[in-house]
């Protein structure tokens, strides 16, 4: 700090502290002690207002929770009254159960039959290809697709009708086609059987540049090191050798920062400190946030994860971040619980639904189906998004703390970064 | 800022040997037969044209299509009988040309 303390306007309020500070994090394994790193605790450390991202499908799901809001209308408490017989149109029903842009489509969680084609379909719920045998009532049938609720209330099954993706009488057609399954699913392949389907498995040499090119970060944030911000320093000139100071620290995040009151992240970090020390604005989920993200985990690769939590802080942040978890967000009411939970490790459609040990490793992580680097924070949007909930900002307090959750379960697992993925 | 071409050579070989070359360029191969959101298509720009010559004569060269996706990755073979000097020239179609040099020692 130099210029009489103050960097640039906006940053006056950087606070020094005296308190010592391992920066190698919570087992203090360097054991090197230095003063707490300044951070810019005015503002936010993304876009605002928050912008969804080009590409991704725009949607205003705001009547339905979030992980920041509870608006969601409460459950039916008891089966809506169906008068009569349903006579619904079987052949619509079944082109119905398998369209894709309607929620995700029934075969995404149910094998049905010969709905779809039998192709992919996912087996996290009954194979209901002989549901037509099981002599349910046309009330029952109807309820449980309009919302399963009032039957079962710990269903991860999404309200279809009273959360508005089908109308009663297209609700009728698919009854009419259930009715009609009386036979078990002839596959085409062993692949469309989700039971003899096997798991995805990554053998991509993830930090081989020719493979991944979220390698190429490396190099970029090397430059960026050595880039002046606006303060007249880089990186460098307070971090000469990073190999040896950062052999640990990325493994150590994400934490609580008493300052801001919140988790913060790697990204986070690097945003706030970058503003308070070089002046650069490193925006989360800009090209240079992402390339510092992924070559500071990448200095700690093999390290095992090791994140605070002990401190009372921070088992409060992992106690609201596991209660997050478990909250019913979007128009598919789905908990992070619900699909990394009570479902995992079974198929959603093509897609394995993983644990959450293995599921924090390799962040930031190359996508291959959209050539790009996605850290944590924009694959918890992505999970809100797909489920059609409105997604926070990225250094939203509530990610922090579902982030910190999720560390904490993957406790011991070693850093591969930048990780490779579809 | 322009991203480095990637290669894999062999830094030794011996006499008569086969080895194996990879490279890789960054760049994104638009095909021109993309539109943008307003409708409006995308101009072409691909690497269409990749050499690799080794001390001066050609050892390998390609041309590329628009159906080439981002980022063309090429793997080959070349036999080596000298020590010397592989280079690697690929041409955009703004006429750009990246090069880019390896050496390889015969033992």
Same mark, same amino acid.
């Given at each position: 700090m130099t210029r009489g303390g103050i960097l640039a306007s906006g940053i006056a309020t950087v606070v020094f502290m005296v308190t010592v500070f391992a920066i190698a994090g919570g087992s203090g394994a360097l054991g090197q002690v230095t003063k707490e790193a300044p951070l810019e605790t005015k503002g936010e450390a993304s876009v605002r207002p928050w912008k969804r991202y080009v590409g991704w499908p725009a949607r205003d799901e705001s009547t339905y929770n979030t992980l920041g809001n509870v608006a969601t209308p409460a459950a039916p408490t008891r089966p809506r009254k169906i008068a009569g017989p349903i006579t619904g149109d079987a052949k619509k029903g079944s082109e119905l159960v398998a369209d894709r842009d309607r929620g995700g489509s029934c075969l995404a969680c149910h094998v049905m039959g010969p709905a779809g084609g039998a192709n992919l379909p996912g087996n996290i719920a009954?194979?209901?290809?002989?549901?037509?045998? &099981?002599? %349910?009532?046309?009330?029952?049938?109807?309820?449980?697709?309009?919302? &399963? %609720?009032?039957?079962?209330?710990?269903?991860?099954?999404?309200?279809?009708?009273?959360?508005?993706?089908?109308?009663?009488?297209?609700?009728?057609?698919? +009854?009419?086609?259930?009715?009609?399954? %009386?036979?078990?699913?002839?596959?085409?392949? /062993?692949?469309?059987?989700?039971?003899?389907?096997?798991?995805? +498995?990554?053998? %991509?040499?993830?930090?081989?540049?020719?493979?991944?090119?979220?390698?190429?970060? +490396?190099?970029? /944030?090397?430059?960026?090191?050595?880039? /002046?911000?606006?303060?007249?320093?880089?990186?460098?000139?307070?971090?000469?050798?990073?190999? /040896?100071?950062?052999?640990?620290?990325?493994?150590s995040m994400p934490k609580w920062e008493p300052r801001l009151e919140k988790v913060l992240g790697v990204e986070e970090f690097v945003t706030r400190h970058a503003k308070a020390t070089t002046g650069a604005d490193w925006l989360m989920e800009s090209d240079e946030n992402r390339a510092m993200s992924v070559y500071l985990h990448y200095l700690a690769n093999g390290t095992p994860i090791r994140v605070d939590t002990t401190s009372p802080e921070a088992k409060a942040a992992i106690e609201r971040g596991k209660e997050l978890s478990a909250r019913k967000v979007g128009q598919l009411n789905m908990a992070c619980t619900d699909c990394h939970g009570k479902v995992a490790n079974h198929w959603i459609r093509g897609q394995w639904l993983a644990e959450p040990k293995g599921q924090y490793d390799h962040f930031p992580t190359w996508r291959t189906s959209l050539l790009a680097i996605w850290d944590i924070r924009q694959r918890f949007q992505w999970c809100q998004v797909n489920i059609r909930a409105d997604e926070l900002p990225p250094d939203a307090k509530e990610y922090g703390d579902l982030e910190l959750y999720l560390a904490a379960q993957n406790d011991g697992q070693k850093l591969s970064v930048p990780g490779i993925r579809h | 800022m322009a991203e480095k071409p990637r290669l894999k050579v062999p830094k030794e070989a011996k006499k008569?040997?086969?080895? =194996?070359?990879?490279?890789?360029?960054?760049?994104?191969? =638009?095909?021109?037969?993309?539109?943008?959101?307003?409708?409006?298509?995308?101009?072409?720009?691909?690497?269409?044209? @990749?050499?690799?010559?080794?001390?001066?004569?050609?050892?390998?060269?390609?041309?590329?299509?628009?159906? *080439?996706?981002?980022?063309?990755?090429?793997? @080959?073979?070349?036999?080596?009988? =000298?020590?010397?000097?592989?280079?690697?020239?690929?041409?955009?179609?703004?006429?750009? *040309?990246?090069?880019?040099? =390896?050496? *390889?020692?015969?033992?």
């Open positions: 009954p194979d209901l290809s002989e549901i037509g045998n &099981a002599g %349910r009532e046309d009330e029952w049938l109807f309820n449980y697709i309009y919302d &399963a %609720r009032v039957y079962n209330p710990e269903t991860v099954m999404p309200p279809w009708g009273s959360h508005g993706f089908f109308n009663d009488e297209e609700i009728n057609d698919m +009854v009419a086609f259930l009715k009609t399954l %009386r036979s078990p699913a002839a596959f085409k392949t /062993a692949l469309d059987d989700p039971s003899k389907r096997p798991p995805p +498995v990554e053998k %991509r040499e993830n930090l081989d540049p020719i493979e991944n090119p979220a390698m190429w970060s +490396v190099d970029k /944030a090397q430059e960026l090191w050595k880039q /002046a911000g606006a303060a007249g320093k880089s990186c460098q000139s307070c971090h000469a050798s990073a190999n /040896a100071e950062f052999k640990t620290w990325a493994a | 008569g040997d086969l080895i =194996e070359i990879k490279t890789l360029l960054p760049h994104v191969m =638009e095909s021109g037969q993309r539109k943008d959101r307003d409708g409006k298509m995308i101009p072409r720009k691909i690497i269409n044209k @990749f050499v690799c010559e080794f001390n001066g004569k050609p050892v390998f060269a390609v041309d590329l299509e628009p159906a *080439v996706a981002a980022n063309p990755y090429m793997q @080959f073979h070349a036999k080596v009988d =000298e020590s010397g000097t592989f280079k690697f020239s690929w041409i955009d179609d703004d006429g750009t *040309v990246t090069t880019a040099e =390896e050496s *390889v020692t015969v033992m």
